[in-house]
């Protein structure tokens, strides 16, 4: 006998629970407005699915204010009458971001090429942990 459907099935409510959890909603408002126990929405907090919505809600408001300060940025940039204290404090912070992201990015391709590699070497591990206790391979 299977079980009632949880009303988390349903994309559109993931959705809106995960809005609702991005926006600060406490449980018992949360509770109220999805017709749940506020148990629930605290097994709701800790579903994949929910966690996928917040995550990229907070991915795009990250962007978005990214997006505004960067034009705001390419608005001063266009000014003649900015210092030299302005402009390296801009210079700064773009080229600090982009260092970020630029190891970020590297570190994502390192982790792949590693997985890669003990998939295609299943002793690359056992090979690697003798290497750094100093034994020989």
Excluded: Y
């Excluded at 030299?84 to 994502?108: C, H, N, P, T, Y």
Aim: negative net charge.
């Amino acid at each position: 006998m299977a079980g009632r459907r949880s009303k988390l099935d349903d994309p559109e409510v993931q959705e809106l629970v995960g809005r609702a959890f991005n926006d600060g909603q406490t449980r018992a408002q949360m509770a109220a407005t999805f017709g749940v126990a506020p148990s629930t929405i605290s097994v709701w907090k800790r579903d994949p699915r929910v966690n996928a919505v917040i995550k990229r809600l907070q991915e795009e408001r990250i962007f978005e204010i990214t997006r505004k300060v960067d034009g705001r940025i390419h608005a001063l940039l266009q000014q003649e009458d900015l210092s030299l204290k302005d402009l390296l404090a801009i210079r700064k912070e773009f080229v600090g971001g982009a260092m970020r992201q630029s190891m970020e990015k590297a570190d994502e391709e390192t982790v792949a090429q590693a997985v890669e590699a003990l998939e295609d070497n299943p002793n690359l591990a056992a090979d690697l942990e003798k290497l750094l206790s100093g034994g020989s391979k």
